[in-house]
């Protein structure tokens, strides 16, 4: 175990009495424990893996206003969206960036009815829309942004435009319209900033991944899944942030539900090497209706392109992968929208899925099914509240209702807003980072650049934290010094924490068994690994690899990693 997890442990063992302890260390979670950090009381974050390694893993990386939801009659939920994108553009400018977007259109009035069935309650699937509902959704979706509005208003083209600008989508499209959202490009690092936000701002909060709270005869308590050890904690209130899981950790601990409050749809993404096709999409998303209905996307991202997604109904929360079904599928929707362009399996570097926790519906079809969010009291022995949906984008807003609940039934008012706090490294961010960064700690254009990717205005704390321990890594910019720092600053205890969620390393495909081999090394000499546990760890780790994101990288037989 590393130092600084034994650390955190140690303070928990020292004052186990808690004001709220908030179990699930997704977004959601993540965003309860860094808004009621701010308020000054004493909160415990508990995660029964990583952080951000379930669904908010999985998302689409769009940070987005929700120009579909729409068309179900949600305007409060996109209003809320696009004032939260606004918001993370201005906190968090070094990972959510504006991205344009266009929709292909070959139709002219077709479906205009969706938006008033979906009014009407009508739950199943919409007919195709046309120029006309789509020039209707986008100047209402400009038109809430009012005054606020800080990316472009749409832009609509005809025929010959749009050969113009993307000649290699398919010929027969009539129109296309483009309008700006945003994307993040680490989404787990997000994450990982607020939780250094609040333990930052907050001594009395404390964060803790791999760990599990179960409640029993004698209260609640602590696990420490990486030893075992067991530790009694308390608290006043219990926020329940398991997303998918959360009808089932409430009942574990103490809540008895009369109705199950999430029903779940699984969301497939591809990651692609394919430069032909980055250079057809020109900068933009292409957000897209495919032959069934659904919404589809394809985007640049990171050197690859992104492609999803499925919205398939699942029964039983779960780690989960992209099927060869669903990869056929995302792989078939591209391919029928650019017939020019070679895309094939071949191409996948990775692929990932994840279970998005949306609110119990007998919506015939899953795109009606609301992407709003919802808090519920759910009552046991330690009063606990549930947080029921939610998506990355209205994450804070979602948090903001939560906490503001919470202090209600202890007693409290609220003393800080999070709307206007700079994230991580968006704090002091903003252009010359990659300059000072190569004068002042003499890296090469290349080291600064990864670097202020993947920090932000922290870079150069990292750098000087790297000092010394500066050692190259196979084939890639991180170093063994950014290795230290995972596991000393960002909460790194495994193999995937490093190359999966605090570096971009495995989903832009540069993983190799030279890298893995070297990162297991740097961790096992920092964590106290010994031979044994680092060979396990290495075979964990390609065993997940294969199996949840379609990589596979073989050990020669009889090796030693």
């Known amino acids: 175990m590393s130092d600084a997890r034994q650390e955190r442990i140690d303070r928990i063992t020292a004052n186990p009495a808690f004001d709220v302890i908030v179990v699930g260390g997704g977004i959601n979670g993540i965003g309860v424990f860094h808004d009621l950090a701010h308020q000054g009381l004493r909160v415990l974050l508990v995660e029964m893996s990583d952080f951000c390694s379930g669904c908010s893993a999985a998302p689409s990386r769009m940070i987005h206003g929700g120009l579909r939801y729409l068309e179900n009659g949600e305007i409060s939920l996109v209003r809320e969206s696009l004032i939260e994108r606004d918001r993370l553009l201005r906190n968090a400018p070094h990972l959510v960036r504006p991205l344009p977007t266009t929709i292909p259109i070959d139709r002219f009035a077709s ?336 080291r600064a650049a990864h670097l202020a990717d993947l920090y932000g205005s922290r870079a150069a704390a990292v750098a000087t934290f790297c000092t010394g321990q500066d050692d190259p890594l196979p084939g890639v910019p991180m170093t063994a010094g950014e290795v230290v720092w995972a596991i000393r600053h960002e909460h790194a205890c495994h193999l995937a924490d490093v190359l999966q969620r605090r570096s971009p390393l495995a989903i832009r495909g540069q993983l190799s068994l030279p890298l893995i081999s070297a990162t297991a090394r740097v961790m096992a000499r920092e964590c106290g690994w010994s031979d044994a546990r680092t060979t396990a760890e290495i075979t964990r780790f390609l065993s997940d690899l294969e199996t949840y994101h379609g990589v596979r990288l073989t050990q020669p037989e009889g090796a030693l990693p």
């Open 111 to 446: 479906g205009l009815a969706n938006a008033a069935l979906g009014f009407l309650g009508f739950t199943g699937r919409p007919r195709p829309r046309g120029a006309l509902p789509i020039k209707l959704g986008l100047a209402l979706y400009d038109a809430i942004t009012g005054r606020r509005r800080v990316l472009p208003r749409h832009r609509f083209r005809g025929r010959m435009a749009t050969r113009a600008a993307f000649p290699d989508l398919r010929p027969d499209l009539r129109f296309s319209a483009t309008y700006h959202d945003a994307w993040i490009s680490h989404p787990e690092r997000l994450g990982l900033e607020l939780i250094g936000d609040a333990s930052a701002q907050n001594a009395g909060a404390v964060a803790l991944n791999y760990a599990r709270l179960t409640h029993g005869a004698r209260g609640l308590v602590l696990t420490d899944s990486e030893t075992g050890q067991t530790l009694p904690v308390s608290a006043r209130m219990i926020v329940n942030a398991t997303g998918a899981w959360i009808d089932d950790t409430a009942a574990s601990l103490g809540a008895r539900l009369n109705e199950r409050l999430v029903s779940g749809t699984k969301g497939s993404h591809l990651i692609l090497d394919n430069p032909a096709l980055a250079a057809a999409l020109n900068g933009h998303m292409i957000y897209f209706e495919n032959a069934d209905g659904r919404v589809c996307i394809v985007f640049p991202y990171l050197g690859r392109v992104l492609a999803g997604s499925t919205d398939l109904r699942v029964n039983e929360a779960g780690r989960t992968a992209c099927s060869p079904q669903e990869r056929d599928y995302i792989l078939a929707a591209i391919g029928a929208l650019f017939p020019g362009v070679p895309i094939n399996a071949a191409q996948i570097v990775y692929s990932y899925a994840g279970i998005r926790p949306l609110p119990v519906s007998d919506a015939d079809f899953t795109g009606r099914i609301s992407r709003g969010h919802a808090v519920r009291r759910l009552g046991g022995a330690v009063p606990q509240i549930g947080m029921v949906g939610g998506k990355w984008t209205t994450y804070r807003a979602f948090a903001e209702d939560t906490v503001d609940l919470v202090l209600a039934d202890l007693g409290l008012a609220r003393s800080v807003s999070t709307r206007d706090l700079p994230i991580g490294g968006g704090a002091g961010y903003g252009p010359g980072l990659v300059e000072n960064l190569t004068l002042h700690h003499g890296l090469s254009d290349h």
